[in-house]
């Protein structure tokens, strides 16, 4: 989003591109904050910061939107700044909250799932002896009886 500061037309075109990006940035930490499991946080994560990273550069870069506003609005000096700042605390929250996930799912939740796995056979396996039990004394023990 190159903007031009000598042209009004260039101002509201920037103004309409800007608000169309954070319009998509509201859409996807919408879908984030509604995640119901790590596999789908992760992918929300993934989605939501390969929108935002070129959507901060944009705003950061010479002629930018933060640029625009530093020339023609002084007084938004120290939000612009504020802002600045906060691009670079999303984008290390985004990381690490995937690194968390990530871990959680390799170690944790991997493990607990192993676990479940391992009492799934045994339980399978005590199913199948209480079979071969029930077969044996019915139709071998107690049919000799009859």
């Known amino acids: 989003m190159t903007t031009d500061t000598g042209g009004d037309s260039s101002m509201i075109d920037s103004k309409d591109q800007v608000q169309e990006a954070h319009r998509k940035i509201r859409q996807a930490t919408g879908r984030l904050g509604s ?8 992918q929300r ?7 935002i990273a070129p959507h901060f550069t944009d705003e950061e870069r010479p002629d ?9 609005s ?12 906060e691009h670079q605390a999303f984008l290390g929250a985004i990381d690490g909250l995937a690194e968390q996930a ?9 493990h607990i799932l192993k676990e479940a796995a391992e009492l799934a056979r045994r339980m399978h396996e005590h199913e199948v002896r209480e079979d071969a039990l029930l077969g044996d004394a019915l139709y071998i023990d ?3 009886e009859a």
Request: some cysteine.
């Open 142 to 144: 107690i049919g000799e």
């Open 74 to 85: 002084a007084r938004h000096l120290g939000a612009v700044k504020q802002l600045e700042n």
């Open 45 to 51: 994560l993934h989605e939501l910061r390969l929108l």
């Open 102 to 110: 990530r871990a959680c799912l390799a170690g944790p939740v991997a």
């Open 64 to 72: 930018g939107f933060f640029d625009l506003i530093r020339a023609r």
């Open 35 to 42: 995640a119901s499991d790590l596999r789908e946080l992760l």
